[in-house]
């Protein structure tokens, strides 16, 4: 069966095609700037080249129709008629507590996902988008949702809890949700595979232009650096990570920031880019420290330290640790960041195989034989999580 991804934001949407049968990606691609001048769809057939259509795209409806007529296209497409399309796995960032796992996506279940829309304004309502869409362009084909959110829901109430008033918190749901739930599954599920040990203690390490860290115990997950939104925890590409509240509060009182530009302030010129100045993409931070640049070298030190100090919570959270896994852009590519992470836990008696991780996206142990705890470098793939449970709910 063929299934089709959809992970719908504000302004863009992402999309992948895959045959279940061996879980190939057929084609992939985006459509960028919807409801923007100039939007662009980018289409990538498997095996064929690149196609491109510039055009005024409105809505999430039409930019879902023009993916439609690129995967049938005679020339850049690679079905003959979308009914080859068995199912559409949708992304949602964050369904609350709502929902505790993936779910057939019918009309009942969308009109409980517009009650989730405060807690990812711009995520949440533009999936939505995403599945009106489909409902209209191929009624009859079923659809499953997948939520970021599902994966940590098994936190126990000390793990998810702020120190709010607890009256309050209930009243507006303000508790911690974490994200990134479904690379963390994935992962973690591949490094029990790879442990044979399906009790083993986990942390996964997401590391991307958003990073979050996970302590995953026998299968659960019992914390996750992420909070309400995807602002908490270390330091990330453009966000801040953990920050005293009154730190904020100051620097609206102070007239630094406005209280309305507060969130795109923390969100977006804060993290790696913020604390350096020179960028957000780690590389080019990285570029600058090796020439110098003290700012540049604090940046990556305290997404090192931020990341190595998760991992001693988590650590004693769980009542020990077996593994610790690796993934997402930085995760996957960043060879010192891995070794820098693994080196501060050498207390613990963990060794890095140094040539097992001069590596970038290669699924592999990079500990040595007698390290006293394993680390897997895993690549993360969001999609084919999507894609199975997709097509294991709408089969079942
Ligand atoms: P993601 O959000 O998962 O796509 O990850 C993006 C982040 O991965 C950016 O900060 C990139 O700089 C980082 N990244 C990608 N490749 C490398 C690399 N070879 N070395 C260091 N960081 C990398």
Do not use: W
Request: hydrophobic share 40%; aromatic share 6%.
């Amino acid at each position: 069966m063929k299934i089709l991804v959809l992970n719908c934001g504000s302004s863009s949407l992402k999309y992948q095609l895959i045959d279940m049968e061996d879980e190939s990606v057929m084609a992939k691609g985006l459509v960028d700037r919807i409801g923007i001048p100039d939007s662009l769809l980018s289409h990538k057939p498997t095996g064929k080249d690149k196609y491109e259509v510039k055009a005024d795209i409105e809505n999430h409806d039409v930019a879902i129709k023009m993916v439609f007529d690129a995967l049938v296209d005679k020339d850049h497409g690679v079905i003959g008629d979308l009914s080859e399309i068995g199912g559409v796995g949708h992304r949602y960032v964050n369904g609350g507590a709502l929902f505790p796992q993936s779910i057939i996506t019918d009309e009942a279940v969308i009109k409980d996902m517009e009650t989730t829309f405060a807690m990812a304004p711009l995520h949440n309502p533009a999936h939505v988008m995403g599945m009106r869409a489909c409902q209209k362009l191929m009624p009859g084909t079923p659809m499953v949702t997948v939520f970021d959110t599902s994966f940590h829901l098994t936190m126990p109430p000390k793990a998810y809890t702020y120190g709010i008033e607890s009256d309050v918190a209930e009243k507006y749901k303000i508790r911690r949700y974490g994200a990134h739930g479904t690379s963390h599954r994935y992962v973690s599920k591949r490094a029990y595979e790879l442990l044979g040990n399906e009790n083993a203690k986990i942390v996964t390490c997401h590391l991307g232009n958003g990073s979050s860290v996970t302590a995953v115990d026998a299968g659960k997950c019992i914390d996750t650096s992420m909070g309400f939104t995807p602002l908490a925890g270390v330091l990330m590409g453009t966000r801040c990570g953990d920050i005293d509240a009154s730190a904020v509060t100051y620097l609206i009182d102070n007239g630094v920031v406005k209280a309305e530009d507060m969130a795109n302030y923390l969100n977006k010129k804060c993290g790696l880019l913020g604390v350096s100045g020179v960028s957000s993409d780690l590389r080019e931070v990285e570029n600058a420290a090796a020439e110098g640049n003290e700012l540049a070298q604090k940046a990556i030190d305290m997404l090192y330290y931020g990341v190595e100090k998760y991992i001693g919570a988590y650590m004693v959270a769980m009542g020990g640790l077996d593994a610790i896994v690796f993934t997402a852009g930085i995760g996957e590519n960043s060879i010192a960041a891995r070794k820098a992470i693994l080196e501060s836990l050498s207390f613990l008696g963990v060794k890095v195989d140094e040539e097992a991780n001069n590596c970038r996206g290669e699924e592999r142990c990079i500990t040595a034989p007698d390290s006293k705890i394993k680390a897997f470098l895993i690549p993360t793939n969001e999609e084919l999580a999507i894609a199975r449970d997709t097509l294991e709910l709408i089969t079942k």
